[in-house]
């Protein structure tokens, strides 16, 4: 004769756990569908939970951005474009690589430390250009700046559907100073973009102390390791803004309609950066 449950008992022990793993997965099951009732049956549906859109969360790229590389909240002041308009020059700036942000990542010369403002006071924006020495070549860079609707102290350039650029006024004396915050979204390099504290003066030598400034903390939070002094007096401007070739943007020949590549959705400016918010 066979016992069939003298043959079961070395399997008891299986048994057993099986059955509380099942017994557990049910209840939590049900757990789930009872706290979730209340959502569908009580709450109307603009209260109800709200699914996030993963481009908004890891961005246009698909990729978290790296903490380092946001576009960091700092404190910005009031700017008026008719006092900002005029020539500046770049005294010194501590940026997240060695050089400038567009074209030939090489440090500032002297022709390049002048910046002239031409403010558009109607259309609520501004022309900045700068001279872009780039061997052979020289460029004279005329980039458009639209300011924030709210903060005036705040504004953006949108070199393309990839690029995506923001100043941030921290410090403003039109007649001595001004010290701004510089980001470059691009969204076509994941989770990356570029960031920079630039000191300007109205004269070739800054005549006094900056107050504001972003800590050494927060230059290295930001990576943004490099910190350069331009040279501002051996050379007059002038003197090669005749050589240079006018290069706007972004660029203003460029026939839109001629345009071939398919644009996603998702890698519009819509998405990029929440410019209302500045995030």
């Not at 401007?237 to 590549?261: F, G, S, V």
Request: charged content about 25%.
């Amino acid at each position: 004769e066979i016992d069939f449950f003298s043959n079961m008992r070395p399997y008891s022990g299986w048994l057993l756990a099986v059955s509380a793993v099942i017994f557990l997965s049910v209840a939590l099951i049900d757990g789930k569908i009872r706290r979730q009732a209340p959502y569908d049956t009580d709450q109307p549906s603009s209260e109800q939970p709200q699914v996030v859109s993963p481009y908004i969360l890891y961005g246009p790229h698909g990729y978290r951005t790296y903490p380092h590389a946001r576009c960091q909240e700092v404190p910005t002041v009031d700017v008026s474009l008719d006092e900002i308009g005029g020539d500046w020059y770049l005294i010194e700036y501590v940026n997240s690589h060695d050089g400038k942000p567009t074209g030939a990542h090489t440090p500032y010369l002297c022709p390049e430390a002048r910046i002239t403002i031409d403010p558009v006071t109607a259309e609520k924006r501004m022309n900045v250009s700068q001279m872009s020495y780039e061997w052979p070549a020289l460029f004279l860079d005329t980039v458009e700046w639209t300011q924030h609707k709210n903060k005036t102290g705040v504004f953006f350039h949108e070199e393309n559907i990839f690029s995506l650029w923001t100043m941030k006024v921290m410090e403003f004396d039109a007649q001595k100073h001004m010290v701004f915050f510089l980001c470059i979204d691009y969204t076509i390099w994941p989770g990356w973009n570029h960031r920079g504290v630039y000191v300007l003066s109205r004269q070739t030598k800054l005549q006094d102390k900056v107050k504001r400034v972003l800590s050494d903390k927060a230059h290295r939070r930001m990576r943004m390791n490099f910190d350069r002094r331009v040279n501002t007096t051996t050379c007059d401007p002038d003197e090669w803004l005749p050589n240079a070739r006018l290069r706007w943007h972004p660029h203003r020949k460029i026939n839109r309609q001629l345009y071939r590549a398919p644009v996603h959705p998702y890698m519009s400016r819509k998405h990029r950066r929440n410019l209302n918010i500045l995030d």
